[in-house]
Nanobody, 119 residues
Framework: QVQLVESGGDLVQPGGSLRLSCAAS????????MGWYRQFPGKQRELVAT???????TYADSVKGRFTISRDNAKNTVYLQMNSLKFEDTAVYYC?????????????WGQGTQVTVSS
C-alpha cells in the first residue's frame, strides 16, 4: 500500500554533508510516522531518526546535533540531512513508513541507499 524509494547515497569525505531523500507513494495519508534506519555489515538495522505525522522528531544519540530529519508534504518526501559525517556513519540507510489503521500497525521499507564516508 506504500512504496518508498530512497536516493542520495554517495561517497563523501569525513566532515562532509549529504542529504538523503525518500519519496512515498500509495496510501500516504495512512502514514503515522516515517524514519531513517541504517545497517552496518553483519549488524541489525538501527534507528537513526523518526518524524511523526505531527512533526515530532527523535534522534539516535550518535547522530544528535549532526543529522536532521524533515518532511515536504507537497512532494510526499522525507529527508535526512547529514552533516559532519564520520567514518562510522558508513552504512546502508533505509527509509521506513509506519501505517496505523483500525488497530493494525504495519511497517514498510525502501530498498536502501549506500552512504560511504572515506578520505
Amino acid at each position: 500500500q506504500v512504496q518508498l524509494v530512497e536516493s542520495g547515497g554517495d561517497l563523501v569525505q569525513p566532515g562532509g554533508s549529504l542529504r538523503l531523500s525518500c519519496a512515498a507513494s500509495g496510501s500516504i495519508f495512512s502514514i503515522n510516522a516515517m524514519g531513517w534506519y541504517r545497517q552496518f555489515p553483519g549488524k541489525q538495522r538501527e534507528l537513526v531518526a523518526t518524524i511523526t505525522r505531527g512533526g515530532i522528531t527523535t534522534y539516535a544519540d550518535s547522530v544528535k546535533g549532526r543529522f536532521t530529519i524533515s518532511r515536504d508534504n507537497a512532494k510526499n518526501t522525507v529527508y535526512l540531512q547529514m552533516n559532519s559525517l564520520k567514518f562510522e556513519d558508513t552504512a546502508v540507510y533505509y527509509c521506513q513508513a509506519r501505517l496505523a489503521a483500525q488497530f493494525i500497525v504495519r511497517d514498510y521499507w525502501g530498498q536502501g541507499t549506500q552512504v560511504t564516508v572515506s578520505s
